[in-house]
Each structure stands twice: as structure tokens, then as C-alpha cells.
């Protein structure tokens, strides 16, 4: 059997099936227990291993055979040969069917067998070298593939002495184990010491061992709360060495070193001080500048720019870590790299959306600081107008986004991507918020397109999203006689979802789910708004009405009096807004304000009869 595994030109898998269709597996299974011969034991072993590596079902034939119990035994055994080849089979079993290995009780004896190991890890040993590794790569699965901490919650304090070993193989496998044991309890693993090491372990020599330890790490980073995420990037000093990572010459290692410091930056003004302070935002920046067509680069390219995000999300009233990062080149380097993602077709839908959220929180902080002066000048927006941002977005990205039959105005083209729509919405909010001299140099001819060919589709829910998220106005600037048509699809289209979202109330109210209705009617309503006509006053003091009428079954009066006053804005004289917000002053104690109204009500009333 052995044999047949390595012979050449043979697929070892179909090997591995003729082996469990012959009905080997119980005979190698009954080989186990030959404890007067260790050298047939440790053979059936390697084969039984080499079996459960294959399909699920193979590795469902040998559990069939009773073997995870007998290899559980032989993890004592005085051979180490045979402990190793144990191991290695319940390693494997344990990646299909992890419950079966730890119901057999092979986490004592596999505990045990590492702290022993763990005593003499400075020997020279070949067999025990090779035992070690084994060991700690069932235990690795082990935490892999269950859910939880307290079934092995006494593995930790073992991978925590594992990951000071000084075998590569051991390390990268209890690297990993203690990644798994994050995912369980990330207190229990920073209490274990653990994290101090995998900091250090990111200078290793070997790019391998670094790039795992890293992993760990962003567990920590991902999964963490507040606190734990500055012990680990303040307290074990984190941040230096991931610093120092932006400039591996690994892709895949300065991806996650820029992920982890993207979620560092998430919610502390601590840690992004922290950021700046280890100098991590000059090396952001230089990889936003590079420049690379390969996909790898695109990936870190879009990490370092969340990062870049992220700060101005979570320092939005900081003015000084705003302008450190104009000052760095930031915006510029975003700007820059622009027009490549558009060219490069295979990274747009990755990096895309993450270069207009930055510019779009860069303009709203500029917008906060021309608000607290007073002056209306948004600096940050007029430089990136400065620098063509708008109509890059408009007309490369837009364009090139959705140039299936847009670019090229052919109305009758092919579909345009669920991608490619929410990239072109996005798109559009962040154009809206850029002031421009020339309609012609903007982005609204981009957005008549794209609309017109929507509208001539009858895409009328696609149309009416983009009426939310870019204002009616827009379409309006520079309108020609051939554009009058496009206002009047987009005001159809809108209003028939409007309509459609109302009907959906209306059932909801007619079923008594008041709370889904009113829902649905404040969607509606937005839409309505989305068209800034007054000729639609009419169906906002219906749907206004219908609101109001969910708010007082759900007993929500102060609610009722905003739909109220709102209403009579409209129409002053409304009797049935006076009669409702009546009520609900009446509900509230407000009872004069009650009275006035019941009042003005029969006033009406009168006059109506007169």
C-alpha cells in the first residue's frame, strides 16, 4: 500500500480509492494494535494517514474503522516514530471531522507529548524535530475546526511556548493555532503573553514566519474591542514593526500589515495618534503612489487608502491630522492613481469605491471647516477641483464604469453589472458635492447618458435611486431642448417607485403592520422630495397622511405632530392634519394647544357649510 502511494504517473487519489474499495482500511485499522511489532504499527499508521488525506469519504472510511481512538493510544507510545505517524493521522481527520478526534480524548495525551517535547526542544533529534512539528500542527487543527475556546482553551498556554520555538515549521503551525484561538478569545490569547511574541515575530528572518505572525495579529486587530487593539499596537509596539512591514518585499505581507493598520485606525483618536506618532502615514502615502499593474499592488493600493480613510473618519474634527495628510501628498498620490484604476479594468471594482470614499469624507471635512470659520470655503474641494477630480470621476470613471453601451451611445447594448451600478451611484453622490463654472467640463452630460439609456430600458427603480443620490438639479444645468424629454422620463420613472413603495404601505397598514408601513411610506416620501416640484404636493400630503395615520396606531405622538406640522405647511387648512395633531396634543396633556386646534377645525368646518 505504501508503495502504491508514491508510484510514478499514478494519481495518488486514485490510488487512495482502490485502497479503500479492496477493504484495506479495517485490516491496516486491525494493524494498529500489533503492539508486539512497532515497525507494522508505524507502517498501517503512515498509510492510514496518507488515506484520510484524500477525499472526505476516504477520511470517513478510516473513522469508520475505528482507528481515531487506537492512534489516540499511540500517541504514548515509547516509538516516536509511531507517535509521529499518529499524529500525522489524527491531523488529517481532524480537517474533515475535528469533534471525532477530540471526543476520542487525544487533547491529553497530545498536551502531554508537547510538554515533554517542549523540554527538549534544543535537541538535535531528527525524529523528535520531526514529532514536534507533526504535534503542533494537530494541535493547530485542533483549534481550527471547533468553536470553543473552553474544549481547548489548554492549548493555549502551549502555543504560547510553541511560538518561541526555533523551528520554522513549528512556529508558522502555532502561529496559526494561536490566529484560531483569537477567533475564540482574543483576552484569553493577550493574557497568555502571546501577542508580545507574535510582535516580535515579525522581524523573524523568514518571510514565512512573518507573514503568519502577521495573520495572527490581524485577528486581533479585526476582531478585537478598543482596548485590546491599543494593548496590542501601544503596549507590545505594534505599530513600529508594522511600519517597517509597508516596505517587504512580499506583496502579499504589506497588503496585510496595510489591513491591519486600516482597522487601528477605526474609532480612536488614541491610535491614530499613535499612527502618527510611529511615522506609519509617510509610508501610507509612498504606497499610494506606486503605480503597478499587478493585482497584489492594486490590493495594497486599496488597504493603505482605507487606512488613509479611516483617519479622516475617526479624526473628522481634527484639523491637524487632516492637514498632516494633505501635506504628505496624500490627495495627490489618490488623484494620481485615479485614472490608472479606470484604465485597469481587472483592479476598478477593488479600489474604485475606496478612492471616492476618501474624497468624499476629505470634501465633508473640508465643508466642517468652513462651517466653524464661517467663510463657506471648502479648501480641500476647490484643490480637488483644482486638480480635475471631478471630471475624472465623471467622465473616466463613470464612462468606463458603465461603458457598456454609454461610452459609446448605443442604447440597445448589454447589461450593465450590479458592480458597475453601485460603483456609477457612488459615483454620482461624490460628483454632486463638487461646484463647477462649466457645465460642459462636469460630470452631468456622463449622468445624462447613463439615465437616458436607464429611462429608454424602463429601468424606473434604477432612475429613481439615482434621483436620491444625485439631485434633480443637476440634470437641469445646461438643459437643451433634447434633455426635456430625459427630466420627464426621470420624474415618470421616480414617481411610479414612489407609487409602488406607497402600494407597499398600504398593504402593510391594511395588515396591521404599522411599523413596516410607516417605513415604507417615509421611503416613499423620499422620493417624492428627491424631485424638488411642487406639482407633487398633492401625493406628499397623501402619503404625509397615511404616515401619520401608522404613528398614531403605534402611539408615537410626538411623531404625529411633526407629520402634522409638516403637512400643514402644505396646506394650512388641512381639517384632517388639525384633526390628528389635536389628538395627539390631547394624548400628550398639551390641552390647549389641543383646544386650538379642535377649534380651528370646527371653524372650518362652519365655513365649509356656510
Not at 246 to 259: D, G
Not at 423 to 440: G, K, M, N, W
Not at 478 to 489: H, P
Amino acid at each position: 500500500v505504501k508503495g502504491g502511494f508514491g508510484t510514478g504517473g499514478v494519481d495518488s487519489d486514485q490510488v487512495i480509492d482502490a485502497v479503500v474499495k479492496a477493504g484495506a482500511v479495517p485490516l491496516l485499522a486491525s494493524f494498529l494494535t500489533h503492539i508486539e511489532d512497532q515497525k507494522l504499527q508505524s507502517e498501517a499508521a503512515n498509510a492510514l494517514a496518507n488515506i484520510s488525506a484524500g477525499s472526505a469519504d476516504n477520511t470517513r472510511a478510516v473513522i469508520d474503522a475505528g482507528v481515531v481512538p487506537i492512534a489516540t493510544l499511540l500517541l504514548e507510545s515509547p516509538s516516536i516514530d509511531l507517535q509521529d505517524h499518529a499524529a500525522w493521522l489524527l491531523a488529517n481527520i481532524a480537517c474533515e471531522n475535528c469533534s471525532c478526534v477530540l471526543h476520542a480524548g487525544a487533547l491529553a495525551p497530545l498536551l502531554r507529548l508537547l510538554d515533554s517535547l517542549c523540554e527538549s526542544t534544543k535537541s538535535n533529534n531528527t525524529s523528535e524535530q520531526s514529532l514536534i512539528k507533526t504535534a503542533t500542527w494537530l494541535l493547530s487543527n485542533l483549534c481550527q475546526y471547533t468553536d470553543s475556546f473552553e474544549i481547548v482553551k489548554e492549548c493555549l498556554p502551549r502555543l504560547a511556548k510553541l511560538i518561541k520555538s526555533n523551528n520554522e515549521a513549528v512556529l508558522r503551525d502555532a502561529c496559526w493555532g494561536v490566529m484560531y484561538m483569537c477567533k475564540l478569545s482574543i483576552q484569553e490569547v493577550l493574557d497568555s503573553g502571546a501577542c508580545d511574541t507574535l510582535v516580535k515575530l515579525l522581524m523573524h528572518s523568514s518571510d514565512d514566519v512573518t507573514c503568519v505572525a502577521l495573520e495572527a495579529l490581524l485577528a486581533i486587530f479585526t476582531n478585537g474591542n478598543l482596548e485590546q487593539k491599543k494593548y496590542a499596537a501601544i503596549t507590545c509596539r505594534a505599530l513600529p514593526r508594522l511600519r517597517f512591514l509597508l516596505h517587504n518585499k512580499r506583496e502579499r505581507t504589506r497588503e496585510i500589515a496595510c489591513q491591519a493598520l486600516s482597522h487601528i485606525a477605526i474609532g480612536s483618536v488614541e491610535l491614530v495618534q499613535g499612527l502618527h506618532d510611529a511615522q506609519v502615514y509617510p509610508c501610507l502615502v509612498h504606497l499610494c503612489m506606486r503605480q503597478s499593474h499587478s493585482r497584489g499592488s492594486w490590493l495594497t493600493w486599496k488597504e493603505a487608502v482605507k487606512t488613509l480613510s479611516n483617519t479622516l473618519t475617526t479624526s473628522m474634527f481634527n484639523r491637524q491630522i487632516i492637514k498632516y495628510l494633505v501635506g504628505l501628498g496624500a490627495v495627490t498620490a489618490i488623484v494620481d492613481s485615479l485614472v490608472e484604476i479606470v484604465r485597469n479594468q481587472a483592479s476598478i471594482h477593488l479600489c474604485f469605491d475606496v478612492a471616492l470614499q476618501f474624497i468624499e469624507l476629505l470634501v465633508t471635512a473640508g465643508a466642517k471647516d468652513a462651517e466653524e470659520r464661517g467663510d463657506g470655503v471648502n479648501d480641500y474641494r476647490e484643490f480637488l477641483e483644482d486638480t480635475g477630480v471631478p471630471e475624472i470621476i465623471a467622465v473616466a470613471a463613470l464612462d468606463r464604469v458603465c461603458r457598456d453601451g454609454i461610452g459609446s451611445g448605443s442604447e440597445s447594448s448589454t447589461e450593465i453589472g450590479p458592480i458597475a451600478n453601485e460603483s456609477a451611484h457612488q459615483a454620482a453622490r461624490v460628483a454632486s458635492l463638487f461646484t463647477y463654472s462649466s457645465p460642459e467640463g462636469c460630470y452631468v452630460p456622463t449622468l445624462k447618458r447613463l439615465c437616458r439609456r436607464k429611462v429608454f430600458q424602463s429601468e424606473w427603480k434604477e432612475v429613481a435611486q439615482f434621483a436620491l443620490s444625485c439631485p434633480l438639479r443637476c440634470f437641469m444645468v445646461g438643459l437643451r431642448a433634447e434633455d426635456a424629454e430625459l427630466v420627464t422620463g426621470i420624474l415618470l420613472c421616480t414617481v411610479k417607485e414612489a407609487l409602488s413603495v406607497k402600494y407597499t404601505g398600504d398593504n402593510a397598514f391594511f395588515s396591521g403592520r404599522y411599523q413596516e408601513a410607516a417605513k415604507r411610506y417615509s421611503e416613499a416620501l423620499q422620493l417624492i422630495e428627491s424631485l424638488d416640484s411642487e406639482s407633487f404636493e398633492q401625493l406628499t400630503l397623501t402619503v404625509l397622511l397615511n404616515r401619520t395615520g401608522c404613528n398614531m396606531k403605534l402611539s408615537m405622538w410626538p411623531d404625529v405632530i411633526q407629520d402634522c406640522i409638516r403637512g400643514l405647511a402644505i396646506h394650512p387648512k388641512h381639517p384632517k392634519f388639525l384633526q390628528m395633531r389635536a389628538s395627539a396634543y390631547e394624548k400628550l396633556g398639551m390641552y390647549q394647544n389641543a383646544l386650538d386646534d379642535y377649534n380651528l377645525v370646527k371653524t372650518e368646518e362652519s365655513e365649509a357649510a356656510g
